[in-house]
């Protein structure tokens, strides 16, 4: 193609595939959607973020601090975000940055150009926070699982599901909001507060059923063939413990490779070692308990 434009930018090694670009768009669009179509016209409060940058906004103007007609709810938001952009480019890595700003353009636009109803388009505030939430959910888990996120909390959410293996991005985005809702209840409106954390709630569910990465799983690799690990290594960049065996029906040497990962990895790994010895067992275990030195890794 000589050196004409590459659809492949900022991957693992310098690019980005297109599965990559299709599922930003895919999660910003849908979450978009969830958002200004079922959530807003709800006259619900914003979670993460975005909600403690209305917080403190709301704190200047209590305190007598105006800016005219300035929006300083978005200039709150852009300067919180300036330091979890560097801990995402300085601790997460170069491709995770560069998609995490991808995403967080993708959201500015679909928020900004999908127009937001006067009235709710259902009837029932509870039926829109169950549909927004678990829309939005998917949305967020999509752009997760293309190694980016939209910024934020998510940022956060992603650098403790890291460096911690007990941590989700749903049970850290629930931590954050409800202290944002908290504040909400207190200061504000109760019953809209309540509205909000059941949306934040299912949408929290939603993205750890959607992001494979926050399901741990073990798997056993039966097979004669020699040299599986480096399968498992240059697959999923990940350790295993070989054991030897003997089948109990043939009596033939074997060798049992046991390995931890996340759902996601799984899938691809299974397909690998498919691929390299079709006679090969493997059988997998989701949602292990895991103690000691495993890292969660961003695809």
Known sequence: MGKGINMKLFSKDGYLPVKSIFLMLAGSLIYSLAMNILILP????SGGVLGIAQLINALLEYLGVSFSNVNMEGIIYFLINVPLLVLAYKSLGKPFFFKTVACTVF???????????KNMILDDTVICCVAGGLISGIGIGLTLLSGGCGGGEEIICVYLTKKYHNFSVGKVTVIINIFVYGCCAIF?????????????????????????????TDMFIVTKKANVQEVIFNTVNRGATKIDATGTYTGDDTAVYVVVLSKNEARTLKKEIQAFDPDAFVFIHENVDVA??????LH
């Open 188 to 216: 504000f409106n109760l019953t809209v507060a309540v509205y909000s954390i059941l949306c934040s709630v299912i949408s929290s569910i939603a993205v750890d059923k959607v992001h494979f990465q926050n399901i741990t």
């Open 107 to 117: 959201y500015t636009i679909f928020l900004a150009v999908i127009p937001v109803p």
């Open 42 to 45: 709800c006259g619900m409060y």
């Open 292 to 297: 000691g030195n495993f890292k969660k890794h």
